[in-house]
């Protein structure tokens, strides 16, 4: 049987960073599976780190962790979250990967005699692994996002690269996303697209559609400018609005027939019915959700960064509209809760229906965030813990519940009397930090009668993690006879996964459960979380009438 040819979609940037690249690369891919076809995303990132897991959150958003534990770029959640599907270590492409082997290559003597060039050597190897990984993903069509701005060193030559196939093979769409800044209401300017546009062409390509972020929608006479200055059919500008949700654009490209110009160019069928109707019915409970918003608490150590938690911000939303609730975040500096003075933490705390502590690194806040869950467990307020958010679980539970006064993580305090939490014995020995911690999916046994087990129905799951600390195997039993519940465990080592409150909702887990939540799919735990959180709005006086558990 011949081989089927792969057919690629290719999204470059313009002059300016932050206009959503990931959410429009993701909006195209959805209108292309929706009708059926076998697509997988593919990001260009042109740092030199290897992954962005050594990466600040503050200076680069979210640590994103995909199923294999390659730690990627936030975009790649995005991804996930609008195709509902997992994708893989290979599906990211950065400049520390491609000079890695690039350069292992030239020491093993692989390009003996020869002057190893960025063209044609790394530019012959980007076009290699875009090929190998659209077919390990089993895919028909590869949407492609460079990262970064036309014009930037550090992605020429991904751009160089894709110039290449391009000439090489005519199954390719190039999709340039820019920006139409207003001076004043109907003062459309479209000087920055045509230079975007030149840029571009300066660089031998010439973008088939134009997609066109604006401050007001763009008017035609913006669009037949754009069409005359940058070569483009006008039927090929398309508007990316401002919108309620992320989750709408997929719409609004169906709308503006977005797919049709992509069907013309790629040779597929142009008359060919999207199935939207589970995202329509999910993006309307999220814009007209039947009850009154449920109040949620971020309390986080990067919380002036949103980027930092764009994954559990994401999970919120999916598992709100899937209780058909609205959605208020307060993002709330755990450090703040730390003084006293300044903030009691009830007054911070008590108008919200249920309390978040997500993962993190490092000691600020830590304090602040174990004022937060001792809180929620005397107050009764639903409580959901992730990674970090169950270390503080326990170790708050430790000393105020166990009596072990000071139990805290080494990786907090090395001289703790109580260390009930402590680094997993593989992380013992490691020193190279890119890449070791305990990372991606792995298996959890649930425990029958649990909120775990009610929420997954299932005795196995399996979840990503990313971390260095478990749950100390020697205070388990201790924690578990005053009361706390062990409900998931890894099968092997026994590692604590899940943890849960008897007497309240209150649950946490080892993994990044919000890493797999999914608009058509959100993580079953944030669920049950939800629901705790409507029942707490809906009869207050009766679950945070009394303190209990010291
Ligand atoms: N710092 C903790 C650890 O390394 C938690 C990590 C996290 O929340 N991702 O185990």
């Known amino acids: 049987m011949p081989e089927k040819k792969l057919k690629f979609i290719v999204i470059a940037g313009s002059i300016m960073s932050g206009l959503g690249k990931g959410i429009v690369s993701s909006s195209i891919a959805k209108l292309l599976q929706a009708r059926g076809f076998k697509v997988t995303q593919i990001k260009f990132d042109g740092y030199l780190n290897v992954d962005c897991g050594t990466m600040n959150p503050f200076?680069?958003?979210?640590?994103?962790?995909?199923?294999?534990?390659?730690?990627?770029?936030?975009?790649?959640?995005?991804?996930?979250?609008?195709?509902?599907?997992?994708?893989?270590?290979?599906?990211?492409?950065?400049?520390?990967?491609?000079?890695?082997?690039?350069?292992?290559?030239?020491?093993?003597?692989?390009?003996?005699?020869?002057?190893?060039?960025i063209v044609p050597h790394l530019t012959d190897e980007i076009k290699k692994w875009v090929v190998d990984a659209a077919k390990d993903n089993g895919a028909d069509i590869v949407i492609i996002e460079i990262g970064g701005t036309i014009g930037d060193i550090e992605n020429g030559y991904f751009v160089e690269a894709m110039r290449q196939m391009h000439f090489e093979q005519d199954n390719m769409v190039f999709v340039q996303l820019t920006y139409v800044p207003s001076l004043s209401p109907g003062e459309q300017k479209t000087k920055p697209t045509q230079h975007a546009t030149r840029l571009l062409q300066s660089q031998g390509i010439q973008p088939d559609i134009i997609i066109t972020r604006e401050q007001e929608k763009l008017c035609e006479d913006s669009k037949k400018k754009i069409s005359t200055y940058c070569n483009v059919a006008e039927d090929a500008v398309f508007d990316d609005p401002f919108l309620q949700t992320v989750y709408e654009l997929p719409l609004s490209f169906e709308k503006q027939g977005v797919y049709q110009q992509l069907a013309k160019r790629l040779k597929l069928d142009e008359k060919k019915d999207p199935d939207l109707t589970e995202w329509k019915k999910r993006v309307r409970q999220i814009i007209e959700p039947k009850e009154a918003p449920l109040k949620i608490a971020i309390v986080g150590k990067y919380t002036a960064v949103k980027d930092a938690y764009v994954s559990v911000k994401e999970a919120l939303v999916h598992s709100a509209a899937a209780v058909n609730c609205g959605l208020e975040v307060g993002w709330i500096e755990a450090s703040d809760l730390e003084d006293t003075k300044l903030f009691d933490v009830g007054e911070v705390l008590s108008s919200y229906q249920g309390i978040l502590v997500p993962g993190g690194y490092g000691e600020r806040g830590i304090e602040g965030k174990i004022r937060a869950i001792e809180y929620a467990r005397k107050r009764r307020v639903p409580y959901l813990g992730l990674c970090l958010g169950l270390q503080l679980m326990v170790a708050e539970y430790a000393r105020h519940v166990c009596g072990m006064e000071g139990a805290n993580s080494t990786e907090f305090n090395k001289k703790t009397e109580y260390p009930v939490i402590d680094l997993l014995p593989e992380q013992q020995q490691i020193t190279k930090m890119g890449g070791?911690?305990?990372?991606?999916?792995?298996?959890?046994?649930?425990?029958?009668?649990?909120?775990?087990?009610?929420?997954?129905?299932?005795?196995?799951?399996?979840?990503?993690?990313?971390?260095?600390?478990?749950?100390?195997?020697?205070?388990?039993?201790?924690?578990?006879?005053?009361?706390?519940?062990?409900?998931?465990?890894?099968?092997?080592?026994?590692?604590?996964?899940?943890?849960?409150?008897?007497?309240?909702?209150?649950?946490?887990?080892?993994?990044?459960?919000?890493?797999?939540?999914?608009?058509?799919?959100?993580?079953?735990?944030?669920?049950?979380?939800?629901?705790?959180?409507?029942?707490?709005?809906?009869?207050?006086?009766?679950?945070?009438?009394?303190?209990?558990?010291?």
């Open 436 to 550: 070791t911690n305990r990372l991606g999916a792995y298996e959890c046994t649930l425990k029958k009668g649990t909120i775990a087990y009610s929420a997954y129905k299932s005795e196995k799951v399996y979840e990503r993690h990313r971390h260095r600390y478990e749950v100390n195997p020697s205070y388990v039993k201790a924690l578990e006879e005053k009361g706390l519940v062990i409900s998931g465990t890894h099968p092997k080592n026994n590692i604590v996964e899940i943890a849960e409150w008897k007497t309240s909702f209150g649950i946490a887990t080892q993994a990044h459960i919000e890493l797999t939540s999914r608009l058509e799919a959100p993580a079953p735990i944030f669920i049950e979380f939800m629901k705790a959180a409507r029942e707490f709005r809906d009869k207050p006086s009766k679950t945070a009438a009394e303190d209990h558990g010291e």
């Open 59 to 117: 200076r680069h958003g979210e640590v994103f962790v995909l199923d294999d534990g390659t730690e990627v770029d936030m975009d790649f959640g995005t991804y996930e979250r609008f195709l509902n599907m997992s994708l893989k270590g290979t599906n990211s492409i950065t400049g520390g990967k491609l000079f890695q082997k690039i350069i292992e290559k030239e020491r093993k003597g692989e390009f003996l005699g020869r002057d190893v060039q």
